[in-house]
């Protein structure tokens, strides 16, 4: 790019003079006071210039060093995460929001146990008091169980006996009644209308007999009158009481047995059935009632494990300091702090369990994280020490060495790397969070043949031979092998191949030309 600007640069200064000599050499001079004469065109020579020669570099002895230059942070030693992780609070645990009431500012100092975050409390304490009142009434439930338990285990034998005793009494029923008692009523029915009309024949009777007694004899007629009308009237009741007798003889014989033999052959079956049922459920009642016992101790102790849960989750929702130190917003990333986080812990914002939303930092100790590109990466090993740049002090020089350095990537050709420091008395105020700048040499010659990167080729063959260019009398450029050692951005060392005071070329004839060396004018033709 130098190159082309600078050759086109001498290409406009040589059109520049082209054209004033083509101007003076078409114009004739006249002298003053005469008259012009002609004289003949001349064609004006071409200039020679001398092939200009390839720039070059002298071999000089001198220090040879390689420098890494790494741009890091400063990160604290001992670092306290804060968030908040409920057991049965939070959207993830069945539980309410995790709303935002108030926190501390960035960079606020703290002692231990201060409190730094609030989770607004309202929907978790009326959770906690309703689960204290189903608590209490899960308590009187189970104690009325245990007291009805024991006495449903007493009452199952009687229940079962009492069960069978009316399957047993049914059964007699029944056949005291087909085998005796219908038989019995029939006959009761039948005799008591017999019986109602043999009284309607005796009284019948009877009246006949006092008519004719009383005719033949010379008796009073009020005492005649008296004795038959009462005659008359028993046997208008022997009468009466027939038809009764047959009206329930019809009612008993009709009616009444069919009825009493249905109901005695239903409450047979009826006992039967009960007795079966008895003795099928009321063990399983008896087992039903164990087992809810059991049920109810069982959310007693799980409500109260949740309700013992959310208390811890309740004191957890107010975030302390579990030591001394600076709050941060966030989570620290490899020493970097996240944009924004301030932003997000806002009143009312939402936040999510187990995510970071604080870090109280110790200030001391302090270290340095940086990215170390691959290319550095085989200059960089355990122990080796660089100066350090804080930031801040652009003047203050300290001592950092490496401790480690990652053997995968973080990024792209990204290794992550940590550096101790020594911070002696009388340094500036750092803090995490802060940069620095840490400059490395891994390698240091005092004297040492050291030459530019760009004159030093590879063979087209085989690219682990390097060689560099000398001019030759006759301007070929002479090859010779040569053997480097360490690299660094600029300069390549020479370890075999080169004196001091020797000359290279510092680029292949043919493949450039350096803009600061005059062209060869144009020849300059005849308009």
Known sequence: MLNGTRLLACLVLAGLIAGYSLTAATQPTVAPDQPKAEKPTETPKKPTTAAPKPPTHKVEKGPFKVEVTLKGVFEAEHMA?????????????????????????????VRQGDPVLWIDTEKIDQTIRDLETDRRLTEVAIRLAEEELPILEKAMPQELAAAERARRFADEDLKKF??????????????????????VEYEREELRQLEKMYRSKDLTEETEEIILKRQRNYLEAAIFYLKLA????????????????????????????????????????????????EKLKYERDKAGERLAKLKRDREALTIKSPTDGIVYHGRC??????????????????????EVLLTVVQTKPLFVRAEVEEKDLHHLHDGLKGKLTPTTAPDARLTARVEKVSLVPVGPGKFDARFAVEVGDGAPTLMPGMGCSIKFIPYLKEQAISVPA???FTDDLDDEKHYVLLPGKDGKPIRRPVVVGKKSDRKVEIVEGLQEGEEILLEKP?????????LPLPALGKE
Do not use: C
Request: without cysteine.
């Open 178 to 199: 087909l085998e005796q008692d219908r038989a019995l009523m029939e006959k009761i029915a039948n005799f008591q209308v017999k019986r109602a009309n043999d009284w």
């Open 333 to 354: 990333v490899r020493g970097q702090w996240p944009a924004g986080a301030s932003d997000r812990l806002r009143r009312g914002g939402m936040v999510q369990p187990d």
């Open 510 to 518: 043919g493949e450039g030309r350096r803009a600061d060396l005059p």
């Open 454 to 456: 760009s004159a030093v």
């Open 246 to 293: 047959e009206i329930y003889r019809d009612e008993t014989i009709k009616i009444d047995l069919p009825r009493r033999d249905l109901m005695l052959r239903e409450n047979a079956d009826k006992t039967a059935l009960a007795l079966d049922k008895a003795r099928t459920t009321l063990p399983l009642q008896l087992n039903q009632k164990r087992l809810a016992l």
């Open 81 to 109: 995460e804060l968030s908040i992780s409920p057991e049965a609070w939070g959207p993830q645990a069945g539980g309410g929001p995790l709303v935002l009431k108030k926190v501390v500012e960035h960079g606020t100092a």
